[in-house]
């Protein structure tokens, strides 16, 4: 895998608990994980958390992201408008595997109130173990990146 095996993960107040769980899962795989979320269940806005562990991906401090809220789209939106990131919400295993392979995504959402702590950790795993596959994709990821300006 890549050098770099450190990755964000954050939520809001809706997502302590199953974030806790996905980053003592994807440490025992070997990465460095950067928490960054909120301690607390205190009412949080995660569009805050959003863009802090969006600008850790973007500026190459962290490989990878992952984000938590209740429904996974509202942190999603706001990690998306960091410049360089990639971000989709996963709710099954085959988006997360085809995010990464087809998107080149660097981080994933995860809906907290959407999806059981089993089937999170399996979206997790698919993300983590799918890699870009490039060729067709790459003008299309290309794309992508131009709209950023």
Known sequence: MQAN???????DHAAIALRQTVASHVATRGWQVV??????TESTPYPAHGEAAARLVASGDCHLGIVLCGT????MMAANKVKGIRC???SDTFSAR?????ND????SIGSRVVGEGLAL????AFLSAEFEGGRHAGRVAMIVELEG
Do not use: E, F
């Not at 928490?35 to 607390?40: K, L, R, S």
């Not at 399996?122 to 795993?125: K, N, Y």
């Open 5 to 11: 095996k450190r990755i964000v993960l954050s939520s």
């Open 35 to 40: 928490d960054i979320g909120p301690p607390t």
């Open 72 to 75: 996974g789209q509202g942190i």
């Open 88 to 90: 989709g919400v996963c």
């Open 98 to 102: 085809m995010i990464r392979r087809h």
């Open 105 to 108: 995504a660097n981080m994933l």
């Open 122 to 125: 399996d979206i997790v795993d």
